[in-house]
């Protein structure tokens, strides 16, 4: 880390990688098989919305890994000092839909680096934002916000439990409900090729990282909200702007709502506790 008192990491910002991957048929399959019936009806031939996520995640042997199951070193984002790295969220454009068999380029550029104090510790906030290109252009482009925190402590995995007061209630203009079972979360994180051992590994993420089950990954929470926006609004959100809140828990109710106007969007649990919160835009994208 830089010592001079420039911007730390300030050689990382717009620095670039490209990725390519392939909407399969295979793909489209599987990812309906794990969030059907909760996805937006879309014209033939066009991919199911959120299966971006899915697109392009970072590949290294098992040698490489983390004790957390990421990569050790992912050489696309800059080493910040901080190992426990978590979805804070972002925003994505659409600008065109993702087709069954489309070949994509995802060319991604760091837009910022942040560190913060935060209760919790110091946190370091990692701005990327990719743009995902077909034969036809760009079909979207998107904000993609990383947080990485301290290591836990068996101190802080023994008491500070990841807890988050109910939000007041919020008139509800229609919901999508599920209990997130382990089986939909080994599932989600084999499609995304995601190792992170809170979503699968129930002695780790209790024991080790703090928290009171198995965690429920933030882009299954923001495909299932972004797929609301489209199914109750008028159409594809032009514009979807997420950010998570407070952990949610495999094995508990899940409600994924929408205001009575289709422009905010939320996931809540038991008690009220609002687990990741979204707005959209309805205007075309520029």
Sequence with gaps: MDTTGKKPFADWIGRQ????????????????????????????????????????????A??????DGHPARNLSLPPVPQPRRMWAGGELQMHD???IGDEVRRVSTIRDVVRKQ?????????????RYHTAR?????ERHDIVYREAATPKHAASGREKTAPMPGRPVGASWALVPSS???FRYSAITFNGHRIHYDLPYATETEGYEGLVVHG?????????????????????FRYRGVAPAIAGRSLTIAASPDAQRFWTQGDGGVVHMEADVGRDPAP
Excluded: K, Y
């Excluded at 399969?24 to 031939?45: D, K, M, T, W, Y």
């Excluded at 098992?62 to 004790?67: N, S, V, W």
């Design 137 to 141: 252009g760009i079909a979207l482009s």
């Design 183 to 185: 089986t939909l979360l």
């Design 219 to 239: 882009p299954l929470q923001a495909t299932l909200m972004f797929n609301l926006a489209a199914a109750r609004g008028t159409g594809i959100p032009a514009t």
């Design 17 to 60: 990688s490209e990725s390519f991957d392939v909407v399969s048929q295979r793909l489209v399959q599987s990812f309906r098989a794990i969030f059907e019936p909760n996805l937006a009806p879309l014209a033939a031939g066009h991919a199911p919305l959120g299966i971006h996520w899915c697109l392009s995640p970072a590949i290294v």
């Design 97 to 99: 839909a993702l087709r």
């Design 118 to 130: 935060g209760r919790s510790g110091e946190l370091w906030f990692v701005a990327v934002d990719h």
């Design 62 to 67: 098992m040698d490489q890994l983390g004790a």
